[in-house]
């Protein structure tokens, strides 16, 4: 307890130091006067230096002035950005305590021109972190998804490198949503290992933006509770594409837009968006203690496609409003827009086990499991989803989407796999020559695993939902949106595990019988239907304040209940105010129910308890975001703390990835904690980070007993750091480190409710490190006047788990001869090398 208060203690020290380390004095500005090609003045132009928060309008007559903190001379970029003209960038190199006088011209574009954008005042639509997608491919990771990105965020965390999973803020795999192209995606029901599971959803190559929040998101999203995910797909402007090859996985994926016969300079009415992916882990999963015959593979196809009917001209309308002033009302040129999204991806794991070694305990008493298998795993997933979306755009102003959606999955585990072990301990005489040898047998015994487990979930759903501005400075906005949902669950299930340390099988009970026995086949439908109403406000000088609000509705026909969700944010930007204080301020609270889905009814012997209550957590979360200049280079200090009430949370048990609830509970608990994160270019030229969190979280230990005990996923204390370096003489030749440590998280008795969090896993600590080297690159101005070309070509020798560390994702158990239980750890991947190289073209 005093070590973590210490931890607590020099966390928050150094956060605060950081936070009030004053730079002020330092500026430079550059002002002047903005006018269009009649030399009138514009006002309410977006004046932003590009890639910071620092930024202004211009005032009635067109004069703006933005005061800039520089340290040491540097080059910068000022965008002029307004949603009728054509947006202006002006470089220049500043130093610290000069006036810059830049006029500036901007060119009127006509309606054929006009495209629906909202200004750049870092509107927060939620509280995010942005995650620049170009560092995802960089990244030395086992699972190379969007989602392992996540992991070096504050306040996420998963403690298997094989798992594209993770937790966010004290709670499980579970908790979190997932949106590709605003569509909601669902992970595996069936996957008990990370080595089961296959990649994340999203396809890197295809992704143009990610959002993510931890908490405190607005209404728009769903009712999970814990995190959103929102992942949005590249709609192709030209012909490119890329590919890649290595050992783990192999990649290509294409983009294109048809052409314009009437107009060779414009776009066509179709686009197209492809993706391909195989990835197999057979490699890696050769280094684990249990050998055998490995030969798991995963593939998906994806693909989007748009189709504009035609672009068809309309002129602007002016109109006169109450007050005698007048508004201008533009149409884009597009006004409908169809886009068709489908996804198709195959996972098998097939695994013939032959032996296994693992050694466990401690230096004073150590043990060793020795285990010879027989037998076939076969696990197996297949899954399709589509969608398609008609968006209307009747002016500038207004946005309709109107979706219909589908999800299918048909999962499969079968597995017929006997074991015979020997559990022994060993000599840990430092001077003794059998040091490290079996000093006497504790007992031997068999296992016996029996599955034929079927589920097939299919989900399928009809939306509609629209946005509103009241004025081109889009500074007032309203989102609404409504959604049925059909959800159909067939699940057969007849599984039996077997333990035997006295060549006879007996229970407590002194009844001849197996040791656990799932059986049941259930057919499962509900409806659910979902709204929300949400406003958005800017206001106060240069629209520092910005306030979002709205309430979400959800009602769910299984369990008869409508569910109100209220939720609100709010931000202040003082470095609208005073760009020499780049500080930024943030509040959010909300209700957030998660309805149970299908797992979270059945109970450990395959019946189900339907009569629950949706869990509910209660968020309210305070953050700041500070920017400051260090050896002449911005860098970014984001932090949050949060205290979340749990209340009708269904408890659970972990066993690698596989969650296991016991429905018959619905308890209260809490989770509160710190995250934080420093981002900037701590090596000139290449961005890296460092993120760390504080958590706790509880529940009671029953309905009948008061006593608050850790929840799975209480781990106190995660650090995590991705670090890039290239070699002054040639940049080309870069290398990038990512490191993960997560202290353990608990886990318990199979089985046993009482004692479900009683131990504790060892901590989870990971360096993964890759050395680059750019073989092609070729900038825009190469490439004009080459129909085809490659854009880019680089390599990347990578080491996974550099120190080699064994790092435990979950437990074994196993008897002895006198009937006592042990819990023999399973440990993850040993050190290995990949070597991977993707190429980009046009």
């Excluded at 298998?373 to 969608?387: A, K, M, N, R």
């Excluded at 944010?569 to 930024?584: H, T």
């Excluded at 006198?818 to 070597?835: E, K, M, Y």
Aim: glycine share 8%; with cysteine.
């Amino acid at each position: 307890m005093k070590k973590n208060k210490a931890v607590l203690s020099f966390i928050l020290t150094v956060f605060f130091c950081i936070i009030y380390y004053n730079i002020s004095g330092q500026t430079a500005t550059v002002k002047g006067k903005i006018v269009d090609s009649q030399n009138k003045p514009i006002s309410d132009v977006v004046v932003q230096q590009e890639g910071t928060s620092i930024s202004t309008l211009s005032g009635e007559k067109g004069e703006y002035s933005l005061t800039i903190p520089v340290s040491t001379p540097k080059i910068i970029k000022i965008s002029f950005n307004i949603a009728t003209y054509e947006m202006s960038v002006l470089e220049l190199e500043i130093k610290n305590g000069y006036v810059y006088d830049q006029p500036v011209k901007l060119r009127s574009l006509t309606s054929e021109e006009i495209i629906i954008k909202d200004k750049k005042t870092n509107r927060p639509q939620m509280q995010v972190i942005p995650i620049n997608i170009e560092e995802v491919t960089k990244i030395p990771t086992v699972n190379p998804s969007v989602e392992g990105l996540l992991l070096s965020q504050p306040g996420v965390s998963n403690n298997s490198e094989f798992s594209s999973q993770y937790r966010v803020r004290g709670g499980n795999f579970d908790e979190n949503l997932v949106y590709v192209n605003g569509i909601e995606v669902y992970r595996p029901f069936l996957v008990r290992s990370g080595q089961m599971e296959g990649l994340g959803f999203a396809n890197r190559n295809m992704t143009e933006n990610i959002a993510f929040s931890t908490g405190g998101f607005p209404a728009q999203y769903g009712d999970k509770m814990s995190s959103v995910l929102d992942i949005t797909y590249r709609t192709p402007k030209s012909f490119r594409g890329s590919a890649e090859i290595g050992a783990i996985t192999n990649s290509l994926h294409l983009e294109g837009v048809s052409k314009n016969k009437k107009n060779p300079e414009a776009p066509g009415k179709f686009t197209y968006l492809l993706g391909a992916r195989f990835f197999t882990l057979t490699y890696l999963l050769n280094s684990l203690e249990v050998r055998g015959n490995y030969r798991p593979y995963f593939a998906d196809v994806q693909g989007m496609f748009t189709y504009t009917p035609k672009r068809e001209y309309k002129s602007e309308k002016i109109i006169t409003l109450k007050d005698g002033k007048q508004d201008t009302i533009f149409y884009p040129l597009e006004k409908w827009k169809y886009t068709a999204f489908f996804t198709g991806a195959k996972n098998q794991y097939k695994f013939t086990p032959t032996y296994g070694e693992s050694s466990f305990g401690t230096v004073q008493q150590a043990y060793r499991l020795l285990t010879a298998f027989e037998g076939l795993e076969v696990t197996g997933y297949t899954t399709f989803s589509g969608s398609l979306v008609a968006e209307n755009r009747p002016n500038t102003r207004w946005k309709m989407q109107h979706i219909l959606s589908s999800f299918r999955t048909e999962e499969s585990e079968k597995f017929d796999v006997e074991g015979g072990y020997r559990l022994s301990e060993l000599n840990t005489n430092f001077g003794s020559e059998e040091f490290g040898n079996e000093s006497f047998t504790l007992g031997t015994g068999s296992i016996f695993r029996h599955g034929r487990n079927y589920l097939t979930v299919t989900v399928l759903a009809a939306e509609t939902k629209g946005e509103w501005t009241n004025k081109n400075q889009y500074n007032h906005k309203i989102f609404w949106g409504g959604k049925y949902e059909h959800h159909f669950v067939t699940d057969e299930l007849k599984e039996y595990n077997l333990y035997d340390s006295a060549q006879y099988i007996i229970d407590p009970k002194s009844q001849f019988d197996v040791t656990e026995y799932l059986k049941g086949t259930t057919t499962f439908g509900r409806n659910i239907l979902r709204f929300y109403l949400q406003e958005e406000w800017l206001w106060g000088k240069n629209q520092a304040a910005s306030l979002t609000y709205g309430l979400r509705m959800t009602y769910d026909d299984k369990i008869k209940l409508l569910m109100p969700s209220p939720r609100a944010q709010f931000s202040y930007d003082f470095g609208k105010i005073n760009p020499a204080k780049q500080l930024r301020i943030r509040l959010a609270t909300g209700v957030y129910h998660q309805p149970p889905f299908y797992r979270e009814f059945r109970r450990h012997d395959g019946s189900l308890n339907t009569n629950l209550t949706p869990q509910t957590s209660i968020h309210l979360i305070s953050g700041l975001d500070y920017t400051f200049n260090a050896w002449g280079r911005d860098f970014i200090l984001y932090s949050e703390a949060y205290y979340k009430y749990l209340y009708n949370i269904i408890p659970y048990e972990v066993q690698n990835v596989r969650i296991r609830y016991y429905p018959d509970y619905q308890l209260p608990g809490y989770a509160y904690g710190l995250d934080a994160r420093l981002s900037g270019e701590f090596i000139k030229g290449v961005d890296s980070w460092i993120s760390a969190s504080y958590l706790k979280t509880q529940e009671r230990k029953s309905d009948t007993i008061p006593t608050m005990i850790a929840r799975p996923a209480d781990q106190r204390f995660t650090l995590s750091m991705f670090f890039q370096d290239e070699l002054p003489i040639n940049p080309t030749y870069k290398v990038h480190l990512n490191y993960v440590f997560g202290s353990g998280t608990r886990a318990g008795v199979p089985r046993n409710f009482l004692n479900r969090t009683v131990l504790g896993y060892p901590s989870y600590n990971r360096v993964d490190i890759g050395f680059s080297k750019m073989i092609i690159y070729k900038t825009s101005d190469q490439l004009r006047d080459k129909k085809h070309a490659v854009s880019s070509l680089w390599a990347t020798l990578e080491i996974f788990n550099l120190f080699g560390r064994f790092n435990t994702v979950g437990y074994e158990w196993v008897k002895d001869l006198d009937n006592r239980w042990f819990a023999v750890p399973q440990h993850l991947s040993a050190r290995l090398i990949n070597l991977r190289a993707v190429i980009h073209f046009r």
